[in-house]
Each structure stands twice: as structure tokens, then as C-alpha cells.
């Protein structure tokens, strides 16, 4: 070192700041300069800032060069030369001007000597430094641009706050790809610490990794990770912080189904978790052991109000997560980002952490994040999922199929299976939102028409001042006889509803809402007022068990009143005109949180401040997504207060789980053939999240030109003859019978069609209220091995029998469709049978619709039509139309009860009926018949297409005469009077 009577240098790991050292030496002198520092910026771009970048949530800045300041950061070396006057008062440059000549050559070698020895300290430190950072940029060099995964999470929009992230940077990005993205280098997230096998899984202690800087401050150090191998076919894996116990989780629902498994070998998974950089893999246990999904990737973050987890999965071809997306089918893996936030902006009416993985060796499998916080799922193109939520905890479900209704079961298993419909909420509905008195409805019209509807539904033109739950009187004076009219001839009335309460001291429902302190508080614990298009209301607390008999007493007034069948919620979002409330929300982390979501930056946009109070300490922070769920099963229990019967409920804001008390309706939508088209892919996603009763607005809520398209209408009825709930609803008054004639006429017959197949549906509603499979499927649920399928969202399966192939544009007369493996039956054109897998064109007219069944199949209809599904089920007759297989096999089955009464399966009080049917010979077994079950309906014609030739003779329960023709390859037997609750047997070999 230099001497102390001409200066010193010092050597500091400090970031910045002098040395204690020199300021000790402060007698020598007062010029303290900084020499030089080290910074990563030699790797900045050229153009980009210099400037230090404050991380949101850090709560400290950024030096320039993304490092924090503080003795604990090594991160770079500083080297400062202290200089100053010797203790006489003399200046260095006079002491060494006053020396001898030997002396000054001595002082100038030990100068030179000392700068050298500088020189060599930074120069191996330059490099020790450099090496990182050399390997760092080395390491994000090997990561492909298309297998990136995002880790800027929107906050990070510079090279230095990517690189101290320890993310890698690259400033050419285009498009949707991100510019700060994981480099993979092991060095972010967690570690095991601990672990130990259980009796059904395993307990794991996890802590947090720190070679790189935090971008959320609230990163916790520690996590548990619970393994639960819970069936041969469920595994749960739950990380949670255990030392904060009132975390919250989402309300636990009744799992049922499955049993434990207690031999390893008859799991269809293995698991394996990996230590230093914790995450786990999922494996298949058959001959391939193909890895279903993976997350020991770079980016398991647990902080406070930002959770991630990223998981690389085997293929590409995911469906679901949420449920009103418009990007087709086949999820799009192109750093698509789906924000799952309730609301009524775009629409998004519903959140869904739930998806459906067809692998790449043709399996099936589910993934269902237990969270109902505000979350971004990315879709990246690895291919692999980014889980990104705001709050709560990790807790996921895999559901391992193999078959995708096999999935399906498993996750009803889970979340609960669908309610059983009462049958006549499968037949026709409509209405009106602009009824503005009771001859409007134009009951008289409906009673007497031959056209078949079982609803009539009315909007909000009839409640008075907007009071919900409120009859306007005076418009509606004779609303009473209305509904026993409907009622007398087997039709039902149904009213629209919502949540919010119009705040009025003359209001019964509010001043009572009040004064059991049942509505949503704010976050002084003050009632939460709202604006609404009636002016300022309050909204019910649903989690709060005191809403029960609140809301039960004002169906019951309201039905004394009007005596209503059912409901639709609306605006349950919850969905307001105001941001958070009339006095806005506050300035806490709650409303503002520091990780906004791509989609809906604004999470009070148009619905509640999320610092809103519920009842339990709950925030609506965490539970805005399953506000719509809980205000479906709270008024399913009111309902079933009000009623001994089976009653309809539908709900716009749905969560997994929904379609245990409530259906879906999709009313918002418009007069477009967009419309009309996208309708398929959101009717069969909610089937995938478990609310099967579903189905879209019949030809538009709102019409974008002054006059309707005819033929657009004419084809959406055609449509809807498959969705497993149909429903127009208009904004105008138009009368159901308002088109023109042929119109009407076309209508009218997609209309009876899908009454005649009310036997099929009312069949798969059972399916999916005992084993939780859904009603319509994409084509790809049975043909997972075929790639052209994955894609389709433009034709679906009702049930596994029937492929629909509707047209979907204007003035089509050839129409391409696509026939998977096996064999295609025109259900109109006896000769036109396909066999040739591919897309193949198909004439078609006005008139008719276009659907085929699948060789293999039974579907037993109804002969004739009735103007309602009560009169078909009590005087119905059938017609068992018979397709076989290239095997020659082939297989039906009927469900029927009363249609209305609570409970019946539970009770087994319906018939059941199984028909397998061959080359030679049918059979009708009965399995079920309870006797109290007025079924006296009859099977009247039985056609069987697919025999190879035309049979000698028909034998039908022992007669050997019974009449049957040939023709065009189809067997016709007709004039029976076989009771189908009676077995039977007929041969035609």
C-alpha cells in the first residue's frame, strides 16, 4: 500500500459510499474520488437507458446497473484513491519536488509497483465478475425463440431489471414473444429441504432460492408441498406457506367418486420430484411411460399477491380456460394470454383454471387449478402453461383419463355432477326483454299454436321501478291469469333476475337486506353502494348463511305473486355501472395490486372494490371469480324452498362447479353467423367445465342490421336442435311467429326435430348427472389419434351417436363436412352412407338439417308432436331407428321418468331400457321400471339400415307375421304395440 504520509488506497466490496477506512483518513485530506466500478451495462444494447430501473413491490430503487445497494451486494468492486495534504501543511507534489534524485526514483518505482498491483486486483476481479454474466448470456443464447416463457410479468421493460431478475434480454423481439424470458439456469425458485413419504403421498419442505434478485418482495422463504395420491386416476399437489394458516383457499366442495389407492401398481401415474431446482413431473405407468407434464422449469414464485408456476406439457393440444374466449377450439400456443377475471366488460361472464390435454401419443388428461383469485393463464408455445394468479395458493388437480370423457368423470368426481333438468327445461323457450304489459306476451297465440315451446320467458320490462323480485302491477295486472294459462296446458314461466338490490327505504327486500346486515360491506365495514342502470343498489352477500332465508323469503313473496318456474341470473359477476362503488375504492394493495392482469387491468371495472368485505374476513379479492357460483347455490336452496318440484335455474357467471345447481345462457350475443359459429365452441367448453345445460341466444340478442336475416335464423333453429338448452330471447318485442312463412315453416320444423329427440337428450342428462360425462363433445373425444380432428369446433357429438354438421354460412348448398373413422349414416338419405374418413361435400337445402349418426348406434324418438314435452312423455310413442356397425353391432339406450319430480334416480323411480341390436336379431332389456312411473308409451316402428341383405322373414316376440319391408337397404318394421317398459326380443335373419 501506499504510505499514510502521501495517501492510501482502499479496496471495497461496498457498492457505493466511502470507505470507513478513508473517512478515518480524513486529516490527510478532503478529495475523495471514485476511480472507476465495474457495472454490467458493458453488456447493454446501444440505445437502451442507463438509468436504474425501480422494480414495483421492491420497496428500494435499482443502481444502474439492476443491483441493490447495500454491504450485501458483491456485485461489483470499487476501487477509491484517497488523497490529501501531509500533516505540515505541505502539498504531496512540494514534498516530492524537495527530494533527492535517488529518492524520487524509489517513491516513482513504488508508485508504478502499487498501480500495477491496482491494476491486477481489478483486472481478476473485471473478470470473476465477467464470467457470470459471460455464461448467463451463453446460457439464453441456447433458448429457442419459440420456447421462451415470459418473466417480465409487465413490469420489466428494460435489459438491466431483466438481467438482475437473472432473466435473459433480447430487445428484437417481435410481436407476443417476450423480450425478458427464463434462461433455465437453475437458479430461481426453490429447493427441497426436506421430504417424507406419508401413507398417501408425500410431505415436502421447500425453501427459497436466492442467487438472483426478488421482483415481488413478499417472495416467501419457505413452502410445504402435500402430494395426495388420491385415486388411481387423481393426484393432488397443494403448495401453501403452513405458517399462515388463515391464507385464503377457496370453500371446499364434496369430493366423491374413485377409490384410494392402496396398490401402487394399479396407478395409471408415477411421480417424480426434482431437489435443487424443485418442481415435479407426471408420468403415465403404461408401456410408454410418457411424461404428461413437467414443471421443473425456472419460475415457481409464491409471494403475497403474485403466484407462478410454469408447466411444459407433451403436446400442443389444449382446450378450456374459461369458457366466452373466441379463438377457437383448439387453444392457440402463441404466448396467448386468457385473463380469468369475472366481468361484464368483453364479456368474460365466467372463470375456468380448467383444461383438457389430448398427449401426443393419443391420451387424455386434466388439469384443474383450485384458485378463484384474479389469474393469467399463458399459453406458450414450448409447449408449455403459465399459471399466474394474484392470491391463494397453489392446488392442483391432475386427472389422469386416459379417454377424455373418462376425464371428465374424474373431474365431476371433484367439483359435483350436473343437477337433472326437469324435462320440460329441454324443450323450446322464448321471450322478450320490452314486454310492457301482460297482453304483449301473447299467451293466447302460444296456447293455441301447434308450434312446440314449454317456456316463455320475461326481462326486467316487468319489474316495477326496476325492483327486483317485483311485479310492475299496474303494467302487469293480470299477470295471475298469464301464468296459470301457460300452466294449464303444460307450459312454464320463467322471469330474468339479478343480484342487485335497489337501495329504497320503501323497498322491502333492502330495508330487510339492511337490517340482517346481509349485504356486501366495504372496507370500513360499511354497507357497499353500488350504481346499477336503476340507480344506486346494494348487493347480497351469498356467503353470508343469513342470505338463505332472506332470499328464500322474497322468492316466496315474489311467487305469491307470480308463479314462476324458474330463473336466470344475470349480472351476478357481480356486474355494476360503477368502478368499485360510489365512492370509488381505496388506495390500498388490495385495489392496486402490484401484478395486473394482461386482459383487465382495472380489476373494479364495472364490479365491486376488491377490498369488499364478506361475510368470515372473506375480501372480494379472492373471491369475486365464484361470486356468480355462490349466488347459484344459494339460489338453487331458495328455490327448492319454494317449490316441491324441479325448477330451472340458469346463471351468466359461472365457476367450475356451477353446473351442479345451475345451467348457462349466453344471451349477449348478435344476429351474426360469427355468432351463430362461435356459439359451438363455447357450448362445448362448458360442457368440458361441467355445466351441460347450456346453450346460446337462437338467432341473436341484438341485431347489427335493421332487418333480421331470415335464412341466418332459419339455420341457428337448425343449430339449436342440439344445444342441450334452447332459447331465443329477443331485445324487441317480436312475436316468436313473426317471419315469414316459409321461414316460420322451416323454423317450426328444426323446432319438432328437436322434439322428437328429446328421448336422446333427456338420456344424456342422465349420463351426465350419474357419471358426469358430457352432453355434446368435440369429435375429437372418440378419435384422438386422428390430428385432422383436434381442430374441428364447427361440428360436435350430441351424445356419442349423433355427429352435427350445421351450416354455418349464408346461401351454402354444398356443404363440406368431416367424417372421422367408421361408419356415417345420413339420417334423411337412406342410400348415403360414408365409410371414407376425410371431408367430403354434402348437398343440402333450406329446409333440412344436416347431422349423421354414427354405425353403432340406437336413437330412439318420438313418432309424434305435441306443442309441449309433457304431453310427449305421457302419450309419446316411439320410433327406434337401428344403425349398425361394420361389425354388425349396435347399441341404445332409453331413460324416462315423470319429468318433474325431485330426486327420482336417487330414489330409482324412472325407467330404464338397454337395446343392442345385430345382423340377425334386436333385443329390449329392462333394468329398471318403477311401477308408480305412468310410462305406457309404445314402440310403433323399428327401421334397421346396414343389413347386408334383405332378411326372409321377421319375427317379432314369437309372431312370425309381422309386417316389414326392404328398401334401399333399410329394414322397416312396422304397426307394433311393443310397451317399451315391457322386454322384448325380434329376429329378421
Known sequence: GINAEYGEAVVSTQSTGISE??????????????????????????????????????????????????????????????????????????????????????????????????????????????????????QCKTVDKFRRIDAGFGLINSRKSCESWGA?????????????????????????ANSSVTPSGMDIDLERKTAHDRIFESEEPALKCIISYETDSRLRIK?????????????????????????????QYTLDVSQEMFGFSVSRTHELQSTILNTTLEGLIFSDQLLQINMALSSSNVYGLSGDHKDGLLRKMEYNYQSLWSTAVEKRHGAHPFLLHVEKDGHASGIFLRNSNAMDVILNPYPAITFRTTGGILDFYIFLGPSPADVMSQFS???????????????????????????????????????????????????????????????????????????????????????????????????????TKIFVRDADNETLVVKVATGQAVLPDYFNPATLSWLMEGLKDYHNEVAFDGLYLLENEPSTLSDGSVEGCTDGKLDNPTYTLYNVPILEKQTLCPSALHYGGLRHYDVHNIYGWRSSVVTAEALAGVSEKRTLLLSRSTYLGSGAVTGHFIKENTATWADMKHSIVAMLNYNMYGVPLVGANICGYTTPTEEEDE????????????????????????????????????????????????????????????????????????????????????????????????????????????????????????????????????????????????????????????????AMNVGGDYILDVYL?????????????????????????YLFVKINAT?????????LVYPGHDNNNKIQEINVRGLSQAPASVTVKGDTDAEFTFENGVLYIKSLELPVKEAFSIQYS
Open 885 to 909: 356397425s361394420s361389425t354388425g353391432q349396435s347399441y341404445g339406450e332409453l331413460f324416462s321418468d315423470d319429468g318433474v319430480t325431485l330426486n327420482t334416480i336417487q330414489n330409482n323411480q
Open 711 to 870: 335464412e341466418l335464423c332459419v339455420r341457428w333453429h337448425q343449430l339449436a336442435t342440439f344445444y342441450p338448452f334452447a332459447k331465443r330471447f329477443s331485445q324487441s318485442q317480436k312475436s316468436m311467429f313473426a317471419y315469414s312463412a316459409e321461414s316460420l315453416k322451416n323454423i317450426q320444423t328444426a323446432v319438432e326435430h328437436r322434439y322428437t329427440l328429446l328421448p336422446v337428450l333427456y338420456t344424456l342428462f342422465y349420463r351426465a348427472h350419474t357419471q358426469g360425462v358430457p352432453v355434446v363433445r368435440p369429435l375429437f373425444f372418440d378419435h384422438l389419434t386422428d390430428p385432422d380432428i383436434l381442430d374441428i369446433g364447427t361440428q360436435f357429438m350430441f351424445g356419442d351417436s349423433i355427429m352435427v354438421a350445421p351450416v354455418l354460412d349464408k346461401g351454402v348448398t354444398n356443404h363440406s363436412v368431416y367424417f372421422p373413422e367408421g361408419v356415417w349414416y345420413d339420417y334423411k338419405l337412406p342410400n348415403n352412407i360414408i365409410s371414407d374418413k376425410g371431408y367430403q361435400d354434402q348437398k343440402v337445402v333450406l329446409e333440412e338439417q344436416t347431422y349423421y349418426v354414427k354405425g353403432g348406434s340406437v336413437v330412439i324418438r318420438y313418432k309424434n308432436i305435441a306443442n309441449n314435452t309433457h
Open 413 to 515: 368426481d371433484m367439483i359435483g355432477k350436473t343437477f337433472m333438468p326437469p324435462l320440460w327445461a329441454l324443450g323450446y323457450h322464448f321471450g322478450s326483454d320490452s314486454y310492457t304489459s301482460s297482453p304483449d306476451i301473447g299467451v293466447q297465440k302460444i296456447v293455441e299454436s301447434s308450434f312446440p315451446v314449454d317456456g316463455i320467458w320475461v326481462g326486467s320490462s316487468t319489474l316495477k321501478e326496476g325492483r327486483e323480485l317485483t311485479i310492475d302491477s299496474g303494467k302487469f295486472e293480470n299477470i295471475s291469469d298469464v301464468t296459470t294459462a301457460l300452466h294449464e296446458v303444460g307450459k312454464y314461466f320463467l322471469v330474468d333476475t339479478r343480484p342487485a338490490v335497489t337501495k329504497n327505504d320503501n323497498y322491502e327486500l333492502y330495508t330487510a337486506g339492511e337490517e
Open 919 to 927: 345382423q340377425e336379431h334386436l333385443v329390449s332389456e329392462v333394468t
Open 239 to 267: 403448495i401453501y406457506n403452513p405458517d399462515k394458516e388463515d391464507r385464503y383457499e377457496v370453500p371446499k366442495v364434496p369430493i366423491s367418486g374413485g377409490q384410494k389407492s392402496t396398490n401402487g401398481h394399479k396407478m
Open 21 to 138: 477506512k478513508a473517512r478515518n483518513h480524513s486529516t490527510m485530506g478532503d478529495n475523495i474520488h471514485q476511480l472507476t466500478s465495474l457495472p454490467y451495462s458493458n453488456f447493454q444494447d446501444e440505445g437502451e437507458s442507463d438509468e436504474g430501473h425501480s422494480h414495483p413491490g421492491h420497496g428500494h430503487s435499482h443502481d444502474g446497473h439492476g443491483h441493490s445497494h447495500g454491504a450485501d451486494s458483491p456485485s461489483s468492486i470499487h476501487v477509491e484513491v484517497v488523497t490529501g495534504s501531509g500533516r505540515n501543511g505541505q502539498t504531496l507534489l512540494q514534498k516530492f519536488n524537495a527530494m533527492g534524485k535517488e529518492k524520487k526514483i524509489t517513491y516513482v518505482l513504488a508508485v508504478v509497483l502499487v498501480v500495477l498491483s491496482l491494476f491486477s486486483i481489478i483486472y481478476a476481479s473485471v473478470d470473476k465478475s465477467r464470467q457470470p454474466m459471460q455464461d448467463h448470456l451463453a
Open 168 to 192: 435473459c434480454w433480447d430487445s428484437t423481439a417481435i410481436a407476443s414473444t417476450p423480450k425478458c424470458f427464463y434462461s433455465f439456469d437453475d437458479k430461481r425458485g426453490y429447493r427441497v
